[in-house]
C-alpha cells in the first residue's frame, strides 16, 4: 500500500524553495569555484561512489547541484532531480557558468523515477537530509532497483535514524520510523548556522536571521524500512558504514572538529549521527 503525501512534498517544495535561496546566498563565487577545480563532495561519499569515470550517474534530491556538478568533474555524465523550482533553475545556471556539463530535471521524485527507463544508470547517488523528505519508501527502492543497470550500484550517505529519534537536547523526542511525519516551521538556514563548515568556496554573510514562512513536513523511517526497502526488490547491500559526526550543526552541544565535521564533545558517549551504504544491482 502507498503511503504517498504529495500535497506534504508540494508544501515542501515552497519551503525549499525559500531556504535554497537563503543557503545560496552565504556561498561566494559558486561557479569559479567549481571552474577552478574546487569540489563541494566531502571524502564519505567519495569513498563510497568509487571510480566515476564515464559512469552515468543520477544525482536524487541533488538540491542546487553543487554536488552533482561535482560529481561530474570526477568523470560521469550526470543528471540531477529535485522538487525545488529554485534549486533546480540555480542548478542548471550554474552548469553553464562553471561550464561543467549536466541534465537538472525540477519534479516530485515520485513523478520522475516511475518514468526514467529500466537500466538507465550506472550509479544513483543521494545524500545529507535526503530521505527524511521522501513519503514512501518502498516505491523509492523499487524504483532505484528498476532503473540501476544490471552491476550498476546505489550510494548514499545520509542522517542516522538513531540520530533522528533526538530532540535539540538529545532527548528522546521523535518517534522511531514508521514513517511518522514530523511538522516543523519550515526548512532552516544549517548553511548559516555551520558557520564556515557548508562553504568550501567562502562564506558570505548573505540573508541575515532568515525566516523561513513556508512550514515543511518529513517523514521518519527506521533502519530496517532503509534497509529493506532497498533489500527487497533485489538490490544487495555491499558496505554499510555509521559515522559519530554530521556536516551541519544537527545539536547545540556539538563541537567543531576535523573535516568540518560536528562531533558530540569527547567527554559524552558517541552515537551514529550518519550512515552510508551501498547496494548493488546483480
Ligand atoms: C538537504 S537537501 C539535499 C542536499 C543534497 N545532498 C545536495 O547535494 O545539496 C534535500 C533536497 O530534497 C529535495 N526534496 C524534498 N522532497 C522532495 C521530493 N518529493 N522530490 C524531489 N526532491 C525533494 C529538496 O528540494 C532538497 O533540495
Same mark, same amino acid.
Given at each position: @500500500? *502507498?503511503?504517498?503525501?504529495?500535497?506534504?512534498?508540494?508544501?515542501?517544495?515552497?519551503?525549499?524553495?525559500?531556504?535554497?535561496?537563503?543557503?545560496?546566498?552565504?556561498?561566494?563565487?559558486?561557479? /569559479?569555484?567549481?571552474?577552478?577545480?574546487? *569540489?563541494?563532495?566531502?571524502?564519505?561519499?567519495?569513498?563510497?561512489?568509487?571510480?566515476?569515470?564515464?559512469?552515468? %550517474?543520477?544525482?536524487?534530491?541533488?538540491?542546487?547541484?553543487?554536488?552533482?556538478?561535482?560529481?561530474?568533474?570526477?568523470?560521469?555524465?550526470? !543528471?540531477?532531480?529535485?522538487?525545488?523550482?529554485? +534549486?533546480?533553475?540555480?542548478?542548471?545556471? $550554474?552548469?553553464?557558468?562553471?561550464?561543467?556539463? /549536466?541534465?537538472?530535471?525540477? *519534479?516530485? %521524485?515520485?513523478?520522475?523515477?516511475?518514468?526514467?527507463?529500466?537500466?538507465?544508470?550506472? #550509479?544513483?547517488?543521494?545524500?545529507?537530509? +535526503?530521505?527524511?523528505?521522501? *513519503?514512501?519508501?518502498?516505491?523509492? /527502492?523499487?524504483?532505484?532497483?528498476?532503473?540501476?543497470?544490471?552491476?550498476?550500484?546505489?550510494?548514499?550517505?545520509?542522517?542516522?535514524?538513531? @540520530? @533522528? #529519534?533526538?530532540?535539540?537536547?538529545?532527548?528522546?523526542?521523535?518517534? &522511531?520510523?514508521?514513517?511518522?511525519?514530523?511538522?516543523?516551521?519550515?526548512?532552516?538556514?544549517?548553511? =548559516? =548556522?555551520?558557520? !564556515?563548515?557548508? !562553504?568550501? @568556496?567562502?562564506?558570505?554573510? /548573505?540573508?541575515?536571521?532568515?525566516?523561513?514562512?513556508?512550514?515543511?513536513?518529513?517523514?521518519?523511517?527506521?533502519?530496517?524500512?532503509? $534497509?529493506? +526497502?532497498?533489500?527487497?526488490?533485489?538490490? #544487495?547491500?555491499?558496505? &554499510? #558504514?555509521?559515522?559519530?559526526? !554530521?556536516?551541519?550543526?544537527?545539536?547545540?552541544?556539538?563541537?567543531?572538529?576535523?573535516?568540518?565535521?560536528?562531533?558530540?564533545?569527547?567527554?559524552?558517549?558517541?552515537?551514529?549521527? %550518519?550512515?552510508?551504504?551501498?547496494?548493488?544491482?546483480?
Amino acid at each position: @500500500m *502507498s503511503t504517498l503525501r504529495k500535497e506534504l512534498h508540494e508544501r515542501n517544495r515552497l519551503s525549499w524553495n525559500a531556504a535554497t535561496q537563503a543557503h545560496n546566498s552565504h556561498k561566494r563565487d559558486q561557479a /569559479g569555484f567549481l571552474r577552478r577545480g574546487g *569540489s563541494t563532495l566531502c571524502k564519505e561519499e567519495i569513498a563510497l561512489l568509487g571510480d566515476l569515470q564515464g559512469k552515468r %550517474l543520477c544525482h536524487l534530491q541533488c538540491n542546487a547541484g553543487q554536488d552533482t556538478l561535482s560529481l561530474a568533474a570526477r568523470g560521469a555524465e550526470v !543528471t540531477g532531480v529535485d522538487i525545488s523550482d529554485e +534549486a533546480i533553475s540555480f542548478a542548471a545556471q $550554474l552548469s553553464i557558468d562553471s561550464g561543467i556539463p /549536466g541534465t537538472f530535471v525540477r *519534479s516530485d %521524485l515520485y513523478d520522475w523515477l516511475p518514468h526514467a527507463e529500466a537500466g538507465s544508470f550506472d #550509479v544513483m547517488f543521494s545524500s545529507y537530509g +535526503a530521505l527524511m523528505w521522501l *513519503s514512501d519508501l518502498r516505491i523509492w /527502492g523499487r524504483e532505484i532497483a528498476r532503473i540501476l543497470r544490471p552491476g550498476g550500484r546505489f550510494v548514499i550517505v545520509d542522517a542516522h535514524p538513531f @540520530m @533522528m #529519534v533526538l530532540g535539540e537536547k538529545l532527548e528522546l523526542h521523535y518517534p &522511531y520510523g514508521g514513517g511518522s511525519e514530523v511538522h516543523d516551521p519550515g526548512v532552516h538556514d544549517y548553511v =548559516a =548556522a555551520a558557520g !564556515t563548515a557548508l !562553504t568550501p @568556496m567562502g562564506f558570505e554573510e /548573505g540573508v541575515k536571521d532568515f525566516k523561513n514562512p513556508h512550514p515543511d513536513a518529513s517523514f521518519q523511517w527506521s533502519l530496517e524500512e532503509i $534497509l529493506m +526497502a532497498l533489500i527487497r526488490p533485489g538490490l #544487495v547491500i555491499e558496505q &554499510y #558504514v555509521e559515522y559519530p559526526f !554530521t556536516k551541519w550543526r544537527a545539536f547545540p552541544v556539538q563541537v567543531a572538529g576535523p573535516d568540518n565535521n560536528f562531533f558530540l564533545p569527547p567527554e559524552m558517549p558517541q552515537i551514529p549521527m %550518519l550512515f552510508g551504504l551501498v547496494a548493488a544491482k546483480r
